[in-house]
């Protein structure tokens, strides 16, 4: 079965850095943030689906300086084969799309980081959503 992307767009960005103390510990706290993944998807019109991409750093416990980022992409998908299988169309919502559009989230992350003052953020350029995908079937 194939699929074809018509369109992205950023639909949410929040970036919240809420004081200056934050700010100068963000490098040093970094690390004890997670990089989470929240994919969802509705029908936009006949064979058109939004999937929708949410990139969220999320603080774990040990951050006393918590500050907000999460970056939602839309894209707009057809689905080429109108007796797609419905676990086919899982796989496309949640793997395929996501593991295409994300080198753009990850451009946006850095690029707000960047601006905001802070140079020296590592984040993964690759993200297998294949792993994701199979982690979270199995739970």
Request: with cysteine; net charge neutral; aromatic share 10%.
């Amino acid at each position: 079965m194939s699929y074809k992307i018509i369109s992205k767009f950023i639909k949410d960005i929040s970036f919240e850095i809420p004081d200056a103390k934050t700010f100068v510990m963000i490098e040093k706290e970094i690390l004890n943030y997670n990089l989470k993944f929240d994919i969802n998807s509705k029908p936009f019109k006949e064979n058109i689906i939004e999937v929708n991409t949410i990139l969220r750093l999320s603080p774990n416990q040990d951050v006393k300086h918590k500050m907000l980022c999460e970056i939602n992409l839309a894209t707009l998908v057809t689905i080429e084969d109108n007796l797609a299988a419905k676990e086919e169309i899982k796989k496309i919502v949640l793997v395929k799309v996501p593991q295409e559009v994300y080198p753009t989230l990850h451009d946006v992350f850095v690029y707000l980081f960047k601006q905001a003052g802070i140079k020296e953020l590592k984040i993964d350029k690759e993200v297998n959503f294949e792993k994701l995908y199979n982690e979270k079937s199995k739970s």
